[in-house]
């Protein structure tokens, strides 16, 4: 490089070149250290949001995973006698409960949200924009509120809790962050797929079926996952229409009370026995583990659909 | 040395794959994404000031060889580049040139024309420069300038400067992909399938381009365009892929050399339309 640099006539391109490069190699250090700076105010700040986080994974599991036994996870629950303190039974139709109840809301919200998403985004309309309003407010509304609702338009007229109004509340909990996981997939999905769509004379419904949803498959279903992790933990809206805090039956009856986790963890702990009250983190712990679960399997199946994506 | 070697050493030819003087020196690269190779034991010269035209059939592996060259398989995840691969003499991945250092010396135009959709045609022009540490008006003026002479727009734009970048048209916005890539004076310049989405005007305003900037910077281009290679580049190398879908290099020698009397019956077959 130097030889060139002498052989050829003086110019301003080499002369500036040198100047750029004099500069640029003098300034990578602070720019380097302005980037670790920020690298290590991005960590820190990400410890210190994780400290709470372990603290509460190693107490549930310090006190609960002794819990954590086969019979726990299968049986029904047993009422603690004056003989029998310590006889506490399992928890296995709360943990049913709260599946059925998870699975019933979703049923509920998914198909709405897919067509709701769908429709702010194909449609331009005033109706959509009263829809999107709509979203917004209905997922500022505080939980508690959509048990009342549950309360009112189903507990009430039915005459007896039930499991089924319960999952409304859920559904309808859910429904705005569903929608809004929807909408911002598909519109992450670029025009030029869903104009070579039509193109082809496909109809837009077709386009939106064949084309757009399975593209942007990949955020909606991690959207819906983590959105049934956190209703599956929802304590608020069932304590008010749920009923069975002391459900020791396999009643798996929707329309009639059940047992859930978040609310059993809820009675155990404030329970007058002490078996009880320590069984609770036991029932923490499962709850922990099955919104676990879900956020796995969320990430696992959006990196595999995504890896697809791009192959 | 043998005396025919120091021969064609003294007439500036090139000898195999290799040239005298050479700017950037690759030897047995590889490059593979999560263990399925991409790239398999490419070897050749980059002649400083001359063009080198990487050409083949699709997926032979040229993209992947140009973003090698200055670490933009970083970015990709389960991508690995082996081998070694010397910029005067430094190896980029092994010799301490930071990854900003090489990127600057080491410029990039991509296939779609891509201007920083919210920037200005003058802050497009200066990005690189503002992006390393530049901020002497003076000094981001006069780079400006100069490439945007080089890139043949200062006339269209010069009245313009603050307007966006995307008022310009397909070949214009290309153009100012090549000045800001100019701008920050980079000794080499990677160019992949430059002018494969624009026009044929605009094509030859940019390959009459890349013959004026010889001077300026070292170019290696990449192109499915078998006159455009032959038109503009002084070597080129010709890319195949293997059974396994590795890209091989089959031949690098003159350009010349390669449309008028390859070595290797596959080259033959290529450059005159028979297969590929
Ligand atoms: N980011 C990547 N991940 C996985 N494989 C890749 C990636 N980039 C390129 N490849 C593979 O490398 C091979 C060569 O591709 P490429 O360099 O783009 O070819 P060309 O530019 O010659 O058409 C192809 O088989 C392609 O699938
Ligand atoms: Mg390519």
């Given amino acids: 490089m130097s030889d060139l640099l002498n052989t050829l006539p003086p110019d301003p391109i080499y002369d500036r070149r040198e100047k750029i490069r004099a500069i640029t190699a003098k300034t990578l250090?602070?720019?380097?250290?302005?980037?670790?700076?920020?690298?290590?105010?991005?960590?820190?700040?990400?410890?210190?949001?994780?400290?709470?986080?372990?603290?509460?994974?190693?107490?549930?599991?310090?006190?609960?995973?002794?819990?954590?036994?086969?019979?726990?996870?299968?049986?029904?629950?047993?009422?603690?006698?004056?003989?029998?303190?310590?006889?506490?039974?399992?928890?296995?139709?709360?943990?049913?409960?709260?599946?059925?109840?998870?699975?019933?809301?979703?049923?509920?919200?998914?198909?709405?949200?897919?067509i709701l998403g769908l429709y702010l985004v194909e449609m331009n309309t005033r109706l959509a924009r009263i829809f999107r309003g709509g979203v917004e407010i209905l997922s500022g509304i505080p939980s508690i509120l959509l048990g009342v609702f549950a309360y009112i338009f189903i507990v009430i007229p039915q005459h007896h809790f039930s499991a089924f109004a319960a999952s409304v509340a859920l559904a309808l909990l859910m429904t705005p962050v569903i929608t809004k996981a929807v909408e911002t997939a598909i519109r992450g999905v670029p025009d030029a797929v869903t104009e070579a769509g039509l193109a082809l004379g496909a109809r837009r419904s077709v386009v939106a079926r064949r084309v757009v949803l399975p593209a942007a498959r990949p955020g909606i279903i991690t959207g819906t996952l983590l959105a049934l992790a956190r209703a599956m933990g929802e304590t608020a809206p069932l304590l008010l229409i749920i009923g069975a805090t002391d459900s020791s039956t396999w009643d798996l009856n929707p329309f009639h009370s059940m047992s859930a986790l978040p609310t059993l963890t809820y009675f155990y702990s404030n329970s007058s026995f002490p078996s009880q009250h320590r069984a609770a983190w036991g029932v923490a712990l499962v709850l922990v583990v099955l919104v676990l679960i879900l956020n796995v399997t969320s990430r696992l199946i959006s990196a595999r659909l995504s890896r697809r994506a791009q192959a | 040395m043998n005396d025919s070697l120091d021969a064609a050493i003294q007439d500036g030819a090139v000898v195999g794959e290799f040239v005298t003087d050479p700017l950037l020196q690759l030897r047995k690269v590889n490059v593979s994404f999560s263990g399925r190779v991409a790239v398999r034991d490419v070897s050749f010269d980059v002649a400083p000031n001359k063009i080198t035209a990487l050409i083949g059939p699709s997926g032979s592996g040229k993209t992947t060889i140009l973003r090698s060259l200055n670490r933009l398989h970083d970015l990709t995840k389960g991508a690995k580049v082996e081998g070694d691969l010397l910029l005067g003499g430094v190896d980029i991945y092994k010799g301490g040139i930071a990854t900003m250092l090489l990127r600057s010396r080491i410029g990039m135009v991509f296939q779609r024309p891509n201007p920083f959709p919210t920037l200005s045609i003058y802050d497009n022009v200066v990005s690189g420069l503002r992006f390393n540490g530049i901020r002497k008006k003076s000094l981001l003026d006069e780079a400006a300038e100069s490439a945007l002479i080089s890139a043949a727009l200062w006339d269209s734009v010069s009245s313009r400067m603050k307007a966006h970048a995307s008022t310009l048209s397909g070949g214009e916005q290309q153009r100012l992909c090549i000045a800001r890539a100019l701008a920050v004076e980079p000794e080499i310049l990677l160019m992949d399938e430059p002018t494969s989405s624009l026009d044929p005007v605009s094509t030859q305003r940019i390959e009459e381009l890349m013959t004026e900037l010889k001077n300026r910077v070292t170019m290696i281009i990449v192109t499915h365009n078998m006159q455009q290679a032959a038109r503009v580049s002084d070597n080129c190398a010709f890319l195949l892929m293997a059974e396994d879908r590795a890209g091989e290099l089959i031949e690098f020698a003159p350009t010349s050399k390669i449309f008028h009397d390859p070595s290797d019956p596959r080259t033959v077959d290529y450059v005159n339309g028979r297969f590929g």
Avoid: C, H
Avoid at chain 1, 73 to 83: M, R, Y
């Fill in chain 1, 29 to 114: 250090r602070r720019r380097t250290r302005l980037s670790q700076l920020f690298v290590g105010a991005i960590s820190t700040t990400l410890v210190i949001a994780l400290v709470p986080l372990v603290l509460v994974l190693y107490t549930i599991v310090q006190r609960g995973g002794s819990d954590l036994t086969l019979a726990f996870v299968t049986k029904l629950p047993q009422v603690p006698t004056i003989g029998q303190q310590n006889a506490i039974g399992g928890i296995g139709n709360a943990i049913v409960g709260t599946l059925i109840v998870a699975a019933m809301a979703a049923a509920m919200a998914i198909p709405l949200s897919l």
